[in-house]
């Protein structure tokens, strides 16, 4: 017998996304592939290693580790991920590469660079690069981390939708990782968010506005969204191949065929320290609204996603400064009364709210959000790193450093 759907927040799938690039250069090396046939002995699109699992995600720069099944806890999770980041790493070695962190990588031109995973699975990734063309930044050049999250019936399934709504909009605010775009500063601080955002515009049921619709049992989910999304996508994809769930591009997105919702719109990060520390944060908030803690379910479920996008396109731009003037929304997080603040203020607030005071041994997750609450998001880190020089040199060096963050398991300060 199998075993019966996991309930809210019983486990954890987690998957983060890394580039490889050159060791010198640090330019993009599409050697994925060769990183996974050492492990599996063939070319193979994902490979069991240990307690994770190794796969590659559309283009040969880029490899994705996942929880080999949901994790129990987030708390092993930062040494687990480190310990395997250093054995790609030894694996790359070879190669005259290692691997990068961030959301995006900050001089890639995709239009010349990307190469498409050609091997198994490759029918997939062709017809999402005839239909979209892949060869662009929304799609060759954004890595991001994936937190799943189950639910066990469809009561569940409307509460966890619902926190998941609400937080949304201000997840830029604590992840935005990706200020640089071929090299420039475009004076927006989470550059795959906006990528992201359109780079399905050809058919825009498949992203809708980021922000899901307010539908909160499957039956009105897959009637709603998936049969629609199906639908658009027919004329031209006639032989079904993208017809799944994992279609939908929506910032959030239910999988019924596991029984969680996968939540995308986190940037990568410098270290995977700081990007469970991200998700224990997330985590906890989902949970604090899944409980009306602030406001009961009925009240959640009522936002539509015009409002909310305006407040998720603001965090797309100034992430932590980012100005949050809908008091009804600060309301459904306990502000009662507030008129306006910054996302980052509103994140210090939560933060206070849901994650214990710090006793003792520092948790896992103390440091790195410490670090975003006083120095900013890694995107702001980053620009503020590089003080104005934006020649290669400078840009090799801070992200160079970048990298090491990443091999050492460490968060990245601007000033150190």
Same mark, same amino acid.
């Given at each position: 017998?199998?075993?019966?759907?996991?309930?809210?927040?019983?486990?954890?799938?987690?998957?983060?996304?890394?580039?490889?690039?050159?060791?010198?250069?640090?330019?993009?090396?599409?050697?994925?592939?060769?990183?996974?046939?050492?492990?599996?002995?063939?070319?193979?699109?994902?490979?069991?290693?240990?307690?994770?699992?190794?796969?590659?995600?559309?283009?040969?720069?880029?490899?994705?580790?996942?929880?080999?099944?949901?994790?129990?806890?987030?708390?092993?999770?930062?040494?687990?991920?480190?310990?395997?980041?250093?054995?790609?790493?030894?694996?790359?070695?070879?190669?005259?590469?290692?691997?990068?962190?961030?959301?995006?990588?900050?001089?890639?031109?995709?239009?010349?660079?990307?190469?498409?995973?050609?091997?198994?699975?490759?029918?997939?990734?062709?017809?999402?690069?005839?239909?979209?063309?892949?060869?662009?930044?929304?799609?060759?050049?954004?890595?991001?981390?994936?937190?799943?999250?189950?639910?066990?019936?469809?009561?569940?399934?409307?509460?966890?939708?619902?926190?998941?709504?609400?937080?949304?909009?201000?997840?830029?605010?604590?992840?935005?990782?990706?200020?640089?775009?071929?090299?420039?500063?475009?004076?927006?601080?989470?550059?795959?968010?906006?990528?992201?955002?359109?780079?399905?515009?050809?058919?825009?049921?498949?992203?809708?506005?980021?922000?899901?619709?307010?539908?909160?049992?499957?039956?009105?989910?897959?009637?709603?969204?998936?049969?629609?999304?199906?639908?658009?996508?027919?004329?031209?994809?006639?032989?079904?191949?993208?017809?799944?769930?994992?279609?939908?591009?929506?910032?959030?997105?239910?999988?019924?065929?596991?029984?969680?919702?996968?939540?995308?719109?986190?940037?990568?990060?410098?270290?995977?320290? @700081?990007?469970? /520390?991200? !998700?224990? *944060?997330? &985590?906890?908030?989902?949970?604090?609204? =899944?409980?009306?803690? %602030? #406001?009961?379910?009925?009240?959640?479920?009522?936002?539509?996603?015009?409002?909310?996008?305006?407040?998720?396109?603001?965090?797309?731009?100034?992430?932590?400064?980012?100005?949050?003037?809908?008091?009804?929304?600060?309301?459904?997080?306990?502000?009662?009364?507030?008129?306006?603040?910054?996302?980052? @203020?509103?994140? /210090?607030? !939560?933060? *206070?709210? &849901?994650?214990?005071?710090?006793?003792? =041994?520092?948790?896992? %997750? #103390?440091?790195?959000?410490?670090?975003?609450?006083?120095?900013?998001?890694?995107?702001?880190?980053?620009?503020?790193?590089?003080?104005?020089?934006?020649?290669?040199?400078?840009?090799?060096?801070?992200?160079?450093?970048?990298?090491?963050?990443?091999?050492?398991?460490?968060?990245?300060?601007?000033?150190?």
């Amino acid at each position: 017998m199998g075993r019966s759907p996991r309930r809210l927040f019983e486990g954890f799938g987690v998957e983060l996304e890394y580039m490889i690039v050159d060791r010198a250069t640090l330019a993009v090396k599409p050697v994925a592939d060769e990183v996974l046939r050492a492990v599996a002995g063939a070319y193979e699109s994902e490979v069991e290693v240990g307690a994770l699992r190794w796969s590659n995600e559309l283009v040969l720069h880029v490899i994705e580790l996942k929880t080999n099944g949901p994790a129990a806890s987030l708390e092993r999770l930062p040494d687990l991920f480190a310990a395997h980041v250093a054995r790609i790493n030894e694996l790359l070695a070879p190669h005259r590469a290692r691997l990068m962190p961030t959301g995006m990588h900050p001089w890639m031109d995709p239009l010349r660079e990307t190469r498409l995973w050609p091997h198994e699975y490759s029918p997939v990734y062709e017809t999402f690069n005839r239909i979209f063309s892949c060869r662009g930044h929304g799609w060759a050049n954004l890595q991001s981390i994936h937190l799943n999250l189950p639910f066990g019936d469809d009561a569940e399934f409307a509460r966890l939708h619902a926190a998941v709504r609400l937080v949304l909009p201000i997840l830029p605010a604590l992840a935005a990782s990706t200020p640089l775009v071929e090299g420039r500063l475009t004076g927006r601080l989470d550059n795959r968010l906006e990528a992201y955002r359109t780079n399905a515009r050809r058919i825009p049921s498949v992203t809708g506005r980021v922000i899901p619709e307010p539908v909160f049992s499957r039956a009105a989910y897959e009637t709603q969204i998936l049969r629609r999304m199906y639908d658009d996508i027919a004329p031209h994809d006639p032989e079904g191949i993208l017809q799944y769930e994992w279609l939908n591009a929506r910032g959030a997105i239910a999988r019924f065929d596991r029984q969680t919702i996968e939540i995308r719109v986190l940037d990568a990060q410098e270290s995977p320290r @700081a990007e469970t /520390a991200i !998700l224990a *944060a997330v &985590v906890a908030v989902l949970r604090a609204l =899944a409980d009306e803690r %602030w #406001a009961d379910l009925t009240a959640q479920t009522a936002w539509p996603v015009a409002p909310l996008e305006t407040i998720f396109r603001a965090a797309i731009q100034e992430a932590e400064r980012a100005r949050v003037s809908d008091p009804a929304y600060l309301a459904m997080f306990g502000l009662h009364g507030v008129r306006e603040c910054t996302a980052g @203020a509103l994140w /210090a607030h !939560l933060l *206070a709210e &849901v994650l214990p005071p710090v006793e003792g =041994a520092a948790p896992f %997750w #103390a440091e790195p959000l410490r670090t975003i609450l006083a120095e900013g998001t890694l995107a702001r880190r980053v620009v503020e790193a590089l003080g104005g020089d934006l020649s290669r040199a400078r840009l090799a060096a801070v992200y160079g450093e970048l990298c090491d963050c990443l091999s050492e398991n460490r968060v990245f300060h601007a000033r150190r």
